[in-house]
Nanobody, 121 residues
Framework: QVQLVESGGDLVQAGGSLRLSCAAS????????MGWYRQGPGKAREWVAS???????NYADSVKGRFIISRDNAKNTMYLQMNSLKPEDTAVYYC???????????????WGQGTQVTVSS
């Protein structure tokens, strides 16, 4: 059973930095796109950033220039470096990945359990 395990959420002051990680916990044939969503208190879930298997990245305008998404394909792990954090970045951050578990399967979307990021003013 594939699981995405997130870590790195914490309480941080405005202007600070955090690094989130998302690791796939089982043997996997291939991971295509990986990315992050977030959901702040009383807000709809918002897409944050994504990265393809060859390293191409995209960012939401709200985080562009402050967040950096990266991945280590050998470790089936993705990272989100968050700099210059603002109180409005406060949210539960969820990772997702399009995963092919073996040669014969289709790609399927998997989600992490979420990690809380709180930015104090």
């Amino acid at each position: 059973q594939v699981q995405l395990v997130e870590s790195g959420g914490d309480l941080v002051q405005a202007g600070g930095s955090l690094r989130l990680s998302c690791a796939a916990s089982a043997s996997i044939f291939s991971i295509n796109v990986m990315g992050w969503y977030r959901q702040g208190p009383g807000k709809a879930r918002e897409w944050v950033a994504s990265i393809t298997i060859d390293g191409s990245t995209n960012y939401a305008d709200s985080v562009k220039g402050r967040f950096i998404i990266s991945r280590d394909n050998a470790k089936n792990t993705m990272y989100l470096q968050m700099n210059s954090l603002k109180p409005e970045d406060t949210a539960v951050y969820y990772c997702y990945a399009f995963i092919k578990i073996n040669f014969y399967s289709d790609y399927k979307t998997y989600w992490g359990q979420g990690t809380q990021v709180t930015v104090s003013s």
